[in-house]
């Protein structure tokens, strides 16, 4: 593993700008913007203040609405079309500068998306705008259902002026430069595309036809902002349509994208960035870990032979990056996945000029700090739980599961308490790890105790259940687990709690984090012998993850999985049931998951709801919806359809799932016996691992 990070840490140069070092933030939407602010919202300055604050090389805000409303479509954007949006932008810029970052301003402009983007408001009338009458069809992960209306050229020509406009803007409000955004499947994209580019006028046909509107826009940038104002391009070095049929020698690839780059450095742009595009497949292209869950979209042999799948995510891009550096003599950027370790590997291997991240720096800011203070142990690890992409069609703001700060309008630091107190936190699950962390850092005494022998609490479980990849639930463990012993928590692990011993510590506060009980949905035959319940799974599960972990045991099932038959009947098609249908669907089983309701998906992260649906139909899996009356029977499960029809879905083994419900009753024995007494978590309120968390960065940050 890398010890030193000397060429990560260096100082770069795109075009007139000095960064501090090789670490870059993307320009990602985080939402936390309006289209009616004209002053900039709390949110954004505390996130983008904590990047600065934080040592990143330079950092890229994210696009605001370049063309109002076509290029937007959803409300939680910044604008920038008018002169009367340039204060609150400069607002932002001071934030950043008042750190000493350099910070540059994305566009990007969604023309060709569908509109609505998902169910939700339209932002517009009429239909979508592109380079031609262009669309998939076959691609719900994807958002070109729609058919564009092709773009005139008179129109074309006043686009190129909107983003000039723009850019303008932006100098004048005080950024150092532009990225635009050229990459995913956006309008310029579009163009860029000999798919969705079937012109054949002087935007159409050759490659330098249909480059001519990114490299206008370079061009009139660097001519009318002038030399002193930086311009990257954002670009995609393949498009892949083969899984969803499209063929790909119809789609750019990487010989095309080797001549692009070329042309936008001759345009004026002064650094590249690269990453690929999977049609289809939206996230996977920026998040390429996503390209693989819950498995990847083709078999490895159907990838393009440049694009390095070996990590399944990290360095996804590095061959791609490495080959148009080849081809130009500006910076280029490598972003996917990236970690400080690969970063600087890739830097001295001579691959890239600068390092981009996103998630990485949303789970923790201070992530450049600690890499140059040698404290890469006290990095907070990012889950690749996409938790911060969650609902992005819909605009919501953003959150991370472990950076609870992130999407807050609060200071991301944690002050020093005036007074110290003594901690007592109940449970060492992710809300008690979470809340005896922050109140550690903070100056607390902090007695962690919790009745098992192993901190994590069902976290083990989940990472079992969930697999090690694209999420990284042992990491986030091994964290907490370090942290407890820096920050001199005192653990007392195998003894449970009760009044008598908590009072025996003479805590000023107790934090109750015992989480939440394991249940077992009220359907008739659950006792059966061909059922197999959570708090079973749990207690049959538990020895064997105390003993080699959930990586080894993830191996091990997969090759033998006692007690669950060839045919699985699955209750219940929340997260739970979804996740234990994903489980063992891919390790053979036959699965069906029967939910009672019209939906499935309650507490599943939207984009991983559609891979997983997409992905269900392929392993097999049958979703049965509006399933009434269910009962467990010696075949398998009964229920009654909307119709009235009554179906047995043959099952050798079933298994109910359900939340967990809440456990109150330590944290109303401790009322009135401690000074104060708090409880948070499942034992508060059954919900998501991010709420847990959330709910314990909040009650030790007041303490």
């Known amino acids: 593993m890398t010890t030193t990070f000397d060429r990560l840490l260096e100082p ?27 002053h900039m919202s709390e949110k954004a300055k505390a996130f983008y203040g904590a990047l600065a604050r934080g040592g990143v090389g330079l950092v890229i805000v994210e696009s605001p609405i370049v063309d109002f409303p076509m290029a937007h479509r959803w409300k939680e954007r910044y604008r920038i079309d008018e002169d009367r949006f340039v204060p609150g932008m400069t607002e932002l810029v001071d934030t950043i500068h008042g750190y000493g970052c350099p910070t540059f301003l994305q566009f990007w402009h969604d ?97 330098e036809k249909r480059a001519r509107l990114t490299t206008d826009i370079v061009r009139e940038i660097k001519r009318l902002a002038g030399p002193d104002f930086a311009v990257i391009v954002l670009m995609n070095a393949v498009e892949v349509g083969n899984a969803v ?50 498995e990847a979209p083709v078999p490895i042999d159907r990838f393009p032979k440049e694009y390095n799948w070996r990590m399944q995510g990290p360095g996804a891009n590095v061959n791609y990056t490495a080959g148009i550096k ?40 201070e992530l450049p700090n600690k890499v140059a203070a040698g404290k890469l142990d006290d990095v907070t690890p990012c889950m690749g739980c996409g938790h911060c992409l969650d609902r992005m069609g819909l605009g919501a703001s953003r959150t991370c599961r472990i950076n609870a700060a992130f999407g807050t309008e609060e200071d991301y630091r944690l002050t020093k308490t005036p007074v110290r107190k003594k901690v007592v936190v109940v449970g060492g699950g992710p809300a008690g790890l979470e809340a005896a962390r922050v109140a550690a850092t903070r100056g607390h005494e902090v007695i962690l105790i919790d009745k098992s022998r192993h901190l994590g609490g069902l976290m083990p479980l989940a990472a079992l259940v969930k697999g090690s990849k694209p999420e990284d639930l042992p990491t986030m463990l091994d964290f907490y687990e370090r942290q407890m012993k820096k920050l001199g928590v005192e653990t007392k692990l195998g003894k449970p709690a009760d009044v008598a011993s908590i009072k025996a510590l003479a805590p000023d506060v107790v934090i109750v984090a015992t989480g939440g009980k394991l249940t077992v949905p009220d359907v008739p035959g ?68 029967l939910e009672p309701s019209a939906h499935v998906g309650e507490g599943v992260i939207d984009f991983r709801l559609g891979l997983l649906e997409d992905w269900f139909p392929r392993k097999g899996v049958d979703i049965i919806t509006n399933a009434g009356d269910m009962k467990v029977t010696t075949q398998g499960v009964s229920y009654t359809s909307p119709d009235g029809k009554r179906t047995t879905v043959e099952a050798d083994t079933v298994i109910p799932t359900a939340p967990v419900t809440p456990d109150t009753s330590l944290v109303t024995s401790l009322q009135g016996v401690v000074p104060e007494v708090y409880a948070i978590g499942d034992c508060r309120e059954a919900g998501l691992m991010i709420d847990a968390i959330a709910a314990g960065w909040r009650v030790a940050k007041q303490i």
Request: hydrophobic share 40%; charged share 20%.
């Open 526 to 593: 659950v006792g059966g012998p061909n059922v197999v319940t959570a708090p079973q799974l749990h207690g049959r599960v538990k020895p064997f993850l105390n003993l080699v972990g959930p990586e080894v045991l993830d191996r091990l099932t997969r090759i033998w999985l006692p007690s669950v038959g060839k045919r699985v009947a699955v209750i219940g098609g929340g997260f739970q049931g979804l996740e234990v249908a994903e489980f063992l669907a891919k390790r053979g089983r036959k699965v069906t998951v």
């Open 111 to 207: 023309g060709p998306w569908q509109s609505p983007l998902l169910p939700g408001p339209v932002m517009f009338e009429g239909p979508p705008i592109g380079a031609s009458p262009v669309n998939i069809l076959n691609a719900p992960n994807d958002f070109h259902r729609d058919v564009p209306r092709e773009l005139t050229i008179p129109e074309i020509e006043d686009l190129v002026q909107k983003y000039v406009n723009a850019a303008l803007r932006a100098q004048k409000a005080g950024f150092d430069g532009v990225d635009i955004n050229a990459a995913s499947s956006h309008l310029l994209h579009n163009f860029l595309s000999p798919f969705f580019n079937r012109r054949e006028d002087a935007y159409g046909g050759t490659i």
């Open 245 to 294: 049929g499209l063929d790909d020698s119809k789609c750019l690839d990487y010989k095309q994208a080797l001549q692009l780059a070329p042309l936008f450095e001759k345009a004026g742009a002064d650094a590249i960035q690269v990453r690929n595009h999977w049609l289809g497949y939206h996230v996977g292209g920026f998040a390429p870990d996503y390209l693989f869950y819950p």
């Open 326 to 365: 080849a081809t130009v003599n500006i910076p280029v950027i490598m972003v996917g996945r990236m970690d400080p370790e690969l970063g600087e590997k890739y830097l001295e291997e001579g691959k890239a000029d600068f390092i981009a991240m996103t998630r990485r720096l949303q789970a923790d800011p």
């Open 12 to 38: 770069g140069r795109i075009g007139p700008v000095t960064t501090r070092n090789r670490m870059i933030k993307t320009g990602a939407c985080t939402c936390f913007s309006h289209r009616d602010d004209v």
